[in-house]
């Protein structure tokens, strides 16, 4: 069966620094991968988007890698800020249309 | 141009008893999914609907139902409650159903099951 991994485990940083959260996908062949914000009593909020054919994605701060031979995402925020501070979440899609399915997302803390 | 609404944003209800959750998409969005969120974890999707016809399903029982009316708003209906049931009720408009369609969240409602 699908699988998505995001590790459970929180990510503490220093500000300043770059967060690199990791999504790793099984039995999968994703034509997309999402990647959303989700910030305590809120609904997930869209960030980024990368096709199966681009390696990597930038905006502002963020930037998505896509390697779909080691079938993983990698989600890097540079000079990290204390409002980062909030749970991500990856969501591999495309053979569903957009009826997503979310790994567990990883909480990142960055510390001022 | 208002965004996704839901409501209540909080409720309560005992084991066996149903509950109708309510949300309006943002404006000009025909596709309205469900997603179900339990503490710690990330959003289940539990259905989609588009111009009023569910248009997938995920891995729920058929006591879940849905709604989409001509406006686009959208219901989700849960019978016969059970306390594993407690969770955060997402909705999510996006304009099509399309695999780069990113979603639009709203809030949620929180559903307590005693």
């Known amino acids: 069966s699908q699988k998505i991994e995001q590790n459970s485990e929180a990510l503490n940083i220093q500000e300043g620094k770059t967060a690199t959260l990791t999504c790793n996908y099984t039995?999968?062949?994703?034509?997309?991968l999402q990647w959303y914000r989700q910030d305590p009593g809120r609904g997930p909020v869209f960030l980024l988007l990368?096709?199966?054919?681009?390696k990597e994605k930038r905006k502002e701060r963020l930037k998505v890698t896509f390697d779909t031979t080691l079938k993983q995402s990698l989600f890097h925020i540079t000079a990290s800020q204390p409002a980062d501070s909030a749970t991500y979440l990856c969501a591999p899609g495309g053979n569903a249309g957009n009826m997503l399915t979310f790994g567990g997302g990883t909480r990142l803390m960055v510390k001022p | 141009e208002t965004g996704v609404t839901q409501s209540p944003t909080h409720l309560i209800k005992t084991r066996g008893q149903q509950v109708t959750l309510r949300c309006s998409s943002q404006?000009?969005?025909?596709?309205v999914s469900w997603y179900q969120q339990a503490l710690g974890q990330g959003p289940q999707f539990i259905f989609q609907y588009y111009r009023e016809e569910e248009n997938g399903r995920g891995n729920f029982p058929p006591r879940f139902s849905g709604l989409q009316f001509p406006n686009y708003s959208s219901e989700l209906n849960v019978n016969a409650l059970e306390l594993d049931d407690s969770a955060l009720y997402l909705c999510?408009?996006?304009?099509?159903?399309?695999?780069?369609?990113?979603?639009?969240f709203g809030s949620g409602t929180q559903l307590s099951v005693l």
């Open positions: 999510a408009s996006s304009d099509g159903q399309g695999a780069h369609e990113k979603l639009f």
């Open positions: 990368i096709r199966e054919n681009e």
């Open positions: 039995n999968y062949s994703p034509a997309y």
């Open positions: 404006s000009g969005h025909n596709t």
